[in-house]
């Protein structure tokens, strides 16, 4: 199984509110990814968590928060957003093990995420 | 920081052909991986591929590492391949337990039926 779930697909926010985007997987992975991805763009890497530590910060705003509460799940906390920040979020995960296939990231599906 | 160039960006296909896409990078890479991005955004992982050639149906991927440049081979294209492909490649030196995937701009594939 190579799967990574994310809750919502879809989320409409704010810029008052605050929100939390969820993922999760069950494959034992030791690391942790979120991405952005703007329309007609790359993936952008945001965050990596490895084994529940957080390991690179992409000089992001601090208005996007992480958190990863155990070795399966990891948070986003979305607070003040603009609307530039819309966006597809997108969470992957990797064994944490030397070179090799282990490095492979799966992702989930994202989730689509509005500021007004 | 190092580049990574698909080409081509955009590719019209009719059913049943076959097509290469390129990706180049300018430093020397310890992950590479192909993905595939449907038209409802999930990223779909291809291959892992730093080097060598692997095949899985219809496709097939090749990395000369030496040369900087990796290949993805379609074959028989089905309506089906249609979307986003992204190659990203991890440059860093050394594993700390994660890696960190630097991606391409993708080549957009649209094949008629």
């Known amino acids: 199984d190579t799967e990574v779930t994310q809750t919502p697909k879809h989320l409409v926010m704010g810029m008052t509110n605050k929100k939390s985007l969820k993922c999760e997987q069950h494959?034992?992975?030791?690391?942790m990814y979120w991405y952005k991805q703007k329309a007609k763009k790359p993936p952008e890497l945001m965050f990596v968590y490895s084994y529940e530590k957080l390991s690179i910060n992409e000089s992001v705003p601090s208005r996007f928060s992480p958190e990863c509460p155990n070795s399966s799940l990891l948070n986003l906390h979305l607070h003040a957003l603009q609307p530039e920040d819309s966006a597809l979020y997108l969470c992957?995960?990797?064994?944490?093990?030397?070179?090799?296939?282990?490095?492979?990231?799966?992702f989930g599906p994202g989730t689509r995420l509005l500021v007004l | 920081g190092i580049q990574v160039e698909q080409s081509p960006p955009d590719l019209i296909l009719q059913e049943g052909a076959n097509s290469t896409l390129r990706c180049n990078f300018s430093?020397?890479?310890?992950?590479l991986q192909w993905f595939h991005q449907n038209p409802w955004g999930q990223l779909i992982n291809l291959f892992y591929i730093p080097s060598g050639t692997k095949q899985n149906g219809r496709l097939s991927a090749t990395t000369v590492a030496t040369e900087r440049y990796s290949l993805l081979y379609i074959s028989s294209s089905q309506t089906t391949d249609s979307g986003v492909y992204f190659c990203?490649?991890?440059?860093?030196?050394?594993?700390?337990?994660?890696?960190?995937?630097?991606f391409g701009a993708g080549t957009r594939l649209a094949v008629h039926p």
């Open positions: 990203a490649v991890d440059p860093t030196r050394f594993s700390g337990g994660y890696n960190k995937l630097i």
């Open positions: 494959m034992g992975h030791r690391a």
């Open positions: 992957a995960s990797s064994q944490d093990s030397a070179r090799g296939e282990s490095e492979t990231q799966y």
């Open positions: 430093d020397s890479v310890n992950n």
